[in-house]
């Protein structure tokens, strides 16, 4: 059983920064693909970011690319997520997934279905 642990949320002025991390326990993080989905209110959980096993390969939706960022540490089982220039549209909670079985290409890595394991997700709010 993985378990996945997201930190770093919180209110930040629109233009500002916010780096969340997602620390995994459990299971072989170094293998899995990890996402970062988004859940505004009254709206369907989306695709934000994705990183693979590795990290070499990285994944953004249209609304995030240029601004965020992902990356992992295999050697501390963490992901983290680089939100930079902030936007109140992207004031949702967060969640980080794994993906544990094997993913390829974009429309794999931002489909929820293809994640396992998820976190319980940690509030980004930004002001305007």
């Known amino acids: 059983q993985v378990q996945l642990v997201e930190s770093g949320g919180g209110l930040v002025q629109a233009g500002g920064s916010l780096r969340l991390s997602c620390a995994a326990s459990?299971?072989?993080?170094?293998?899995?693909?990890m996402g970062w989905f988004r859940q505004a209110p009254g709206k369907e959980r989306e695709f934000a970011a994705a990183?693979?096993?590795?990290?070499?390969?990285?994944y953004y939706s249209d609304s995030v690319r240029g601004r965020f960022s992902t990356s992992r540490d295999n050697a501390k089982n963490t992901v983290y997520l680089q939100m930079n220039r902030l936007k109140p549209e992207d004031t949702a909670v967060y969640y980080c997934?794994?993906?544990?079985?094997?993913?390829?290409?974009?429309?794999?890595?931002?489909?929820?279905?293809?994640?396992?394991?998820w976190g319980q997700g940690t509030q980004v709010t930004v002001s305007s």
């Open positions: 990183i693979s096993w590795s990290g070499g390969t990285t």
């Open positions: 997934a794994a993906a544990t079985y094997y993913c390829s290409g974009y429309g794999c890595y931002g489909d929820s279905h293809e994640y396992t394991y």
């Open positions: 459990g299971g072989t993080f170094s293998s899995y693909a």
